[in-house]
RNA sequence: UGCCGGAUGGUGUAAUGGUAGCACAACAGACUCUGGAUCUGUUUGUCCAGGUUCAAGUCCUGGUCCGGCAACCA
């Protein structure tokens, strides 16, 4: 159970808000979340969005969903859709507030005339070398474009000319005038407007000129009345241009700006460029690739909603760059997933049991329940039959120490259908592979109790082998072997060749006809979802997320112990 | 060598001058018809050096280290 922690919901955003609405600066919280239509959300957008919308919603207010569409290279239609997808499956409302910073266009055309106007901004006609050259560096100040002086009017006159497309691309832009020898980079007379002809893909060819962000921005955020502007620490700096603008400009509001740390997450990339160049070289089978962070590939994989919430709940708010843990992320997954998963059996690497003392042709159910945590999930029956399925891994010819599952002599009892006991192992002659065993068999007791004086200390998931489903599963691991791929020289040196291994299963026949996206336990194994690419005659499994495997972690630790030993 | 941020266990975060707390991870135990879940316990921390103060993670000074900023991207 995840108990609510206030103290990790509390961070200095929030405070900040509850101070400016105590001090009556504002009647009511605006937020608003402005995503790029240029590639998939991820978590990290998940962060953001629990912040714009989940205050808004905290203090009554509102947030806007809206598209910072200022770049026609980059931005297609189809972003579009999936983000508003996204949004809505993290549980996030826009309401009637849906806009596209491309529909201010003619807004932010006028309010870059009135700059003009002022003396406050000019048309410059440095080439874009010339332009680097005059900018200078962070450590040396820049020098004044020649054209900074040039006359209001003939500024006026050539940016009237850019925008009814009679320029070329490159032969203007329109600069702020403020000063050259800012140490602030963004202050050295920022690019406002620049020439673009690539069609749009919402306005098509009527805007052969486009914004550049910092002008766009903080508008659209003024003209929406955004009261506070949340966005990401790589924009402090642009928070001076983004409070000249507003203070130089007669508008109907000035926000302010407060800026966060991004998320990252430990073994995952959350770069858009980097996930655009997994998804483009065919690395992964598409922006929903279940090992990706994007939230399509969550969704897809069997995440839910609300343990992405939790998350973004419990990994805080600060403006202190840092790696989250995956495994937080993967404890939240769980936590949600115990509680609501439906239970099953499912075997993933089969090992044939025949039960000699049980009757060829008989046939018998048992009744299972859905979910132990959860009375109310009810129970369903299992079918049972002499020649059965466990899994491979549950059974050791030699057992090492602390293994105490089925092995030769050993009885174990069979999840909600009694005990076997192993008499024989048949192998194959040829190759000395172990074929399938001989057991027999011990019907359950009232409560599961094992028989008096016998030493059953493991519970092993079982299907018959006539009843079960064949199934295709798909095992997730994490997509890179080091944990800050972004960090490596090549992120694709360290992709993780073991990400997907493609298994088929046999699983009880109550999954039949479970629709894309149902999710189940398996119990012993871990929470699978059914994926899209599932057909009537072949379900598709996706493995979430395993489950805590403690037996795993003793092998590991036997094993690094019997190395050491060696190398000693 | 410029400017802007930032620094609390392995990780993420809290403490708003007054007992350094929580979660994840790790480890140990209890319980269990999932070696699951649950419960209990343990280990591990204020970047450094000075200063102010009865008292400093918190305030001051100096340093160190980390991140961001030099697209006609956002």
Known sequence: MIAPDDSTSRHFIREIIENDLKAGKHKTVVTRFPPEPNGYLHIGHAKSMCLNFGLAADFGGRCHLRFDDTNPETEETEYIEAIQRDIRWLGFDWGQHLYYASDYSERLYQYALELIKLGKAYVCTLSTEEFKDYRGVPTRPGKESPWRNRPITESLELFQRMREGKEAEGAYVLRAKIDMASPNMHLRDPVLYRINKTPHHRTGTTWPIYPMYDFAH?????????????CTIEFEVHRPLYDWILDVLKVPCHPQQIEFARLNLSYTIMSKRLLQELVNSKVVAGWDDPRLPTLAGLRRRGYTPEAIREFCRRVGVTKVNSLSDVAL?????RDDLNKRSHRVMAVLNPLRVVLENYPDGREETFEALNNPEDPSAGARRVPFARVLFIERDDFQENPPPKFFR?????????RYAGFITCQRVIKDPATGAIKELHCSYQPPAPKGQAPEGSKVKATLHWVSATHALQAETR????????????????FKACLNPASLQTVSAWIEPNVRGAQPGSRYQFERLGYFCVDPDSTDDKPVFNRTITLQDTWAKIQQAQRISTCKMSKS
């Open 406 to 414: 089925l092995a030769p002599g050993r009885t174990v009892r069979l």
């Open 475 to 490: 095992l997730y691991d994490r997509l890179f072997t080091k944990e800050n791929p972004a960090d490596e020289a090549d």
């Open 329 to 333: 992320l993967e404890h939240c997954l």
């Open 218 to 230: 903080c508008l659209s955020d003024s003209i929406e009345g955004i009261t506070h502007s949340i």
